[in-house]
């Protein structure tokens, strides 16, 4: 099996790093494309022991923070995918979303999630840009890096870098929606990133690195 082609497109200011070609050229003519932001918000919160994403953390309930980026990022598309308590996080979400997704096969795994969220948005977007409720530390400013990482590279998936790993926030490209559709379980996006079908570009955000997953996650971000 042939191997991925990684490239690291720009860092977080959004600089061009050498060997990027640009695609603007390609797009100057054309509309620009349109970006969907899949926020996921479906897990059950198992291990945090209640509706972690309903739970305060500087003065707002925890799903928001990736809301606010993701609207700076995708204002007017910004889709969040719900299973668990739904009613409950979509409360918490106020009116910072465009549109709601249920998935009603959370239990099974997040692969469920994107599958639904991606089948909703795949006839209506050139490119979707995936990330988790509960990255607080996720900024507006590294999601647009990530877009114009994608706009300079064309590459089909531009994911964040961190701990020697790439992980969401992740751009998928209209070439990888099949793939993304057909996923199950509770595997994640990896394996279409290290699948060696699509070219991967990177932006360095150690940021993005950070999620709550129990209440120790959380009191040590509410810390001063």
Same mark, same amino acid.
């Given at each position: 099996?042939?191997?991925?082609?990684?490239?690291?497109?720009? @860092?977080?200011?959004?600089?061009?790093?050498?060997?990027?070609? *640009?695609?603007?050229?390609?797009?100057?003519?054309?509309?620009?494309?349109?970006?969907?932001?899949?926020?996921?918000?479906?897990?059950?919160?198992? /291990? $945090?022991?209640?509706?972690?994403?309903?739970?305060?953390?500087? %003065?707002?309930?925890?799903?928001?923070?990736?809301? !606010?980026?993701? =609207?700076?990022?995708?204002?007017?598309?910004?889709?969040?995918?719900?299973?668990?308590?739904?009613?409950?996080?979509?409360?918490?979400? %106020?009116?910072?979303?465009?549109?709601?997704?249920?998935?009603?096969?959370?239990?099974?795994?997040?692969?469920?999630?994107?599958?639904?969220?991606?089948?909703?948005?795949?006839?209506? $977007?050139?490119?979707?840009?995936?990330?988790?409720? @509960?990255?607080?530390?996720?900024?507006?400013?590294?999601?647009?890096?990530?877009?114009?990482?994608? =706009?300079?590279?064309?590459?089909?998936?531009?994911?964040?870098?961190?701990?020697?790993?790439?992980?969401?926030?992740?751009? $998928?490209? =209209?070439?990888?929606?099949?793939?993304?559709?057909?996923?199950?379980?509770? *595997? %994640?996006? /990896?394996?279409?990133?290290?699948?060696?079908? $699509? *070219?991967?570009? *990177?932006?360095?955000?150690?940021?993005?690195?950070?999620?709550?997953?129990?209440?120790?996650?959380? @009191? =040590? !971000?509410?810390?001063?």
């Amino acid at each position: 099996m042939s191997q991925p082609v990684y490239k690291r497109c720009c @860092d977080l200011a959004g600089q061009a790093m050498p060997g990027c070609a *640009s695609i603007s050229a390609m797009t100057a003519a054309k509309r620009p494309p349109e970006i969907a932001a899949l926020v996921l918000a479906a897990g059950t919160s198992a /291990r $945090f022991g209640t509706s972690k994403l309903a739970v305060p953390l500087n %003065g707002m309930p925890l799903v928001q923070h990736a809301l !606010l980026a993701a =609207r700076d990022a995708c204002p007017g598309n910004v889709h969040l995918v719900v299973g668990h308590r739904h009613a409950n996080i979509e409360a918490a979400a %106020g009116k910072l979303f465009d549109r709601k997704i249920l998935n009603k096969d959370y239990a099974d795994g997040i692969g469920t999630s994107i599958a639904v969220g991606v089948n909703e948005c795949a006839s209506h $977007f050139d490119a979707i840009l995936l990330l988790l409720a @509960d990255q607080v530390l996720v900024s507006a400013a590294h999601l647009h890096a990530i877009i114009r990482c994608w =706009r300079d590279s064309g590459a089909d998936i531009v994911a964040s870098s961190y701990r020697d790993t790439r992980g969401p926030p992740i751009l $998928f490209a =209209r070439p990888t929606f099949a793939d993304l559709v057909a996923m199950r379980g509770d *595997s %994640g996006a /990896r394996h279409v990133v290290d699948s060696g079908k $699509f *070219s991967v570009s *990177s932006v360095d955000n150690p940021a993005a690195g950070i999620d709550i997953d129990t209440p120790a996650d959380l @009191d =040590r !971000l509410a810390r001063p």
